[in-house]
């Protein structure tokens, strides 16, 4: 018997399709880790702490994101963050988080095996988000380093703006994202939508 857990996304079970016509790809980023920080943002120490361990400053202006060599913070208020770190690494950033921390009021909650990452990616992502969500993305007012909290198709997603093309990841529950995924098919089917592994 293997002593190694077999790990499976919550995509998984959705078969990759090749569209030559598709204007729109769809992809999962499994497996990343992701850290919920709750602290002061008022406190200079307590930033200082979060940059020396993530190696770049926590974004504390409203809906923006900060990155780093293989991390993204996303602000989702005033005194919350989520940390969304390369694979297999979310327990050693979280330990060297709560070691830097340790003397302050603030939590450190590792909610990994909650939540999982959609990409869009295409022409048409805007028109697509559209038919299930209520924030304007256009993008004079929704650009490359912001993110949102919000709904799409009743689905709780915080959503972040990666490139022109337009890309955008989309953070959601696990439990949520084969729904989500189901709905991106169905709402995509005039624009032909290419599933990516």
């Not at 991390?71 to 005194?79: A, C, E, I, R, S």
Request: charged share 20%; glycine share 6%; aromatic share 8%.
């Amino acid at each position: 018997m293997s002593d190694e857990t077999r790990q499976d996304s919550p995509l998984s079970q959705f078969a990759v399709e090749s569209n030559d016509q598709a204007v729109l790809q769809i992809s999962e980023r499994p497996f990343h880790g992701h850290i919920n920080l709750r602290g002061d943002s008022g406190d200079d120490v307590f930033l200082e702490m979060v940059k020396r361990v993530l190696g770049f400053e926590l974004p504390i202006a409203p809906n923006t994101v900060s990155r780093g060599t293989g991390l993204v913070t996303l602000w989702l208020g005033p005194d919350e963050w989520q940390i969304i770190t390369p694979p297999k690494s979310e327990s050693t950033i979280a330990a060297a988080l709560e070691d830097a921390l340790n003397d302050m009021f603030c939590s450190v909650t590792d909610q990994t095996g909650g939540q999982t990452v959609i990409r869009l990616s295409g022409s048409k992502t805007r028109d697509l988000l559209a038919k299930g969500c209520t924030l304007d993305l256009h993008p004079r007012f929704f650009v490359r380093g912001q993110c949102a909290q919000t709904l799409v198709a009743k689905a709780m997603v915080t959503i972040i703006y990666v490139d022109d093309t337009p890309t955008f990841n989309l953070v959601v529950r696990r439990s949520f994202a084969d729904y989500l995924q189901v709905w991106f098919q169905d709402a995509s089917r005039e624009y032909g939508l290419l599933i990516q592994s």
